[in-house]
């Protein structure tokens, strides 16, 4: 399969526990996207990369998370202190840049329950 | 989210019925409007997209029609099945930054 991976596809912690999820994107896509997805709701934007460069935050981010994508490859995406309003389905994304089309390519998400 | 409002937000429909479901943006600056597809535990994909140039597309079952003047743009779907029935995400934007719209639930009954 050469989709976007992501990892774990659920997590289950506590409320002030550190979780990382990890992105793989689809091979020789440049572009990489954060989303965050809650019940009921559509995907809203985190964060995107081109490369490892990371481009554009949104306001959503708050200093409790950050997004790394060494070398221009997989990225994780790391929640310190999570609050029971961290629980969401968290979803990443990648493009190309080339021949760029608009469309995003989304992997399966990562859902996460804070207790 | 509030500059992206999508309605209905749920729709029950009979096989072979023209479900239409509408989206209305804000920022004029949007030059990407596409239609997602999400079926339950799996992540959003790409269903059928416009860009402003063009008031229709049409690929296969499914049809976008856009208007540029109004801020809006509709998703129709000729001939739906019960395969069909999951939940649809417009999300007009830019270079990737998509403002996805709340959802449309669709239940296509057969």
């Known amino acids: 399969d050469t989709g976007v991976s992501q990892d774990p596809r659920h997590k289950i912690t506590k409320r002030g526990q550190n979780v990382t999820f990890r992105c793989d994107p689809i091979?020789?896509?440049?572009?990489l996207y954060w989303y965050r997805q809650t019940l009921g709701q559509g995907p809203e934007f985190l964060t995107y990369f081109q490369n490892e460069a990371q481009l554009e935050k949104s306001r959503l981010l708050s200093d409790r998370f950050s997004a790394e994508r060494p070398k221009g490859s997989f990225s994780t995406l790391e929640i310190q202190r999570t609050e029971q309003g961290d629980s969401a389905m968290y979803l990443c994304?990648?493009?190309?840049?080339?021949?760029?089309?608009?469309?995003?390519?989304f992997g399966e998400g990562s859902r996460l329950t804070v207790l | 989210q509030q500059q992206v409002k999508q309605s209905p937000q749920s729709l029950i429909v009979q096989k072979g019925g023209i479900p239409i479901i509408n989206c209305a943006y804000e920022n004029t600056a949007f030059d990407y409007f596409p239609w997602y597809q999400q079926f339950p535990g799996k992540g959003p994909a790409l269903l059928i997209a416009?860009?402003?140039?063009?008031s229709e597309k049409k690929e296969g079952r499914f049809t976008i029609s856009f208007n540029k003047s109004a801020k809006q743009f509709s998703l129709h779907i000729m001939d739906s099945q019960p395969g069909d029935s999951a939940t649809y995400f417009c999300?007009?934007?830019?270079?990737?930054?998509?403002?996805f719209g709340k959802g449309t639930k669709l239940s296509v009954k057969p």
């Open positions: 091979s020789e896509h440049n572009r």
């Open positions: 416009i860009r402003p140039d063009v």
């Open positions: 994304a990648s493009s190309p840049n080339t021949g760029y089309t608009g469309e995003l390519f």
């Open positions: 999300a007009p934007g830019s270079q990737g930054n998509l403002i």
